[in-house]
């Protein structure tokens, strides 16, 4: 079975642009959340969605969007993107919505905001 | 809400010894616990997770974590540290009822030959 896929794998963007990554998770799972990693705030939770339904949403200003489609595969959106706003992001997929499901991990899209 | 504490950003060991990462976790509820180790370049991948069944949980390449509760604690460790080992490492309990985990700071292990 195949992994979490993120695309692109590398991006690198200018202050003010918008930028929008791609998750798709493991087929079957329905939950996918939504990871920003930086040296140094290191792994905060951004949001996850089920059944294309924002469940829960981090602590990030409203540039930070997100959503899912029908198939579970989900979009994240930055606009207005900042300096700040380089950093590796990861998306995680789960088969349901229990809380004591492992979180499946992405490579991740290493974004670099010049 | 749940917070939690990794002692020592970097931990470094000979190989062949005893590998000790520390996780400390804060939460009003029993906890679901996880270890994840990151390389290079990558995401992240499942050490092994607590989900209050057994206290002693073995995980993926020779990794074990034991659950403590009056410590509070959740400490990764392994018998015989080998080069491949060497990456970062984080602990992450997550936030009963939503898909949400809420990660320590890493601790990057070093492995001397």
């Known amino acids: 079975k195949a992994g979490v896929t993120q695309t692109p794998r590398y991006l690198i963007k200018t202050r003010g642009q918008q930028v929008t990554l791609s998750c798709s998770p493991i087929?079957?799972?329905?939950?996918v959340s939504w990871y920003q990693q930086t040296p140094g705030q290191g792994l905060q939770f951004l949001f996850e969605?089920?059944?294309?339904?924002?469940?829960n949403k981090g602590n990030f200003p409203g540039r930070f969007s997100g959503r899912q489609f029908s198939n579970s595969r989900s979009e994240m959106n930055v606009s207005t993107l900042e300096l700040g706003d380089s950093a590796l992001y990861l998306c995680?997929?789960?088969?349901?919505?229990?809380?004591?499901?492992?979180?499946?991990f992405g490579p991740g899209t290493r974004l670099l905001v010049l | 809400a749940q917070s939690v504490t990794q002692l020592g950003s970097h931990v470094s060991v000979s190989e062949g010894a005893l590998v000790l990462l520390r996780c400390n976790y804060s939460?009003?509820?029993?906890?679901?616990l996880f270890w994840y180790v990151q390389y290079p370049n990558q995401g992240l991948q499942l050490l092994l997770k607590?989900?209050?069944?057994?206290?002693l949980v073995k995980g993926i390449n020779g990794f074990e974590a034991e659950f403590k509760k009056s410590e509070t604690s959740f400490h990764l460790t392994k018998p015989s540290a080998h080069m491949s080992d060497a990456a970062e490492y984080f602990c992450?309990?997550?936030?009963?009822?939503?898909?949400?985990?809420?990660f320590g700071q890493g601790t990057r292990l070093t492995i001397n030959p």
């Open positions: 995680a997929s789960t088969i349901s919505q229990s809380d004591q499901e492992t979180q499946y």
């Open positions: 087929s079957g799972h329905r939950s």
């Open positions: 969605y089920f059944s294309e339904t924002q469940r």
């Open positions: 939460s009003s509820v029993p906890p679901y």
């Open positions: 607590y989900t209050s069944a057994a206290t």
């Open positions: 992450a309990v997550s936030d009963r009822g939503a898909q949400k985990l809420v």
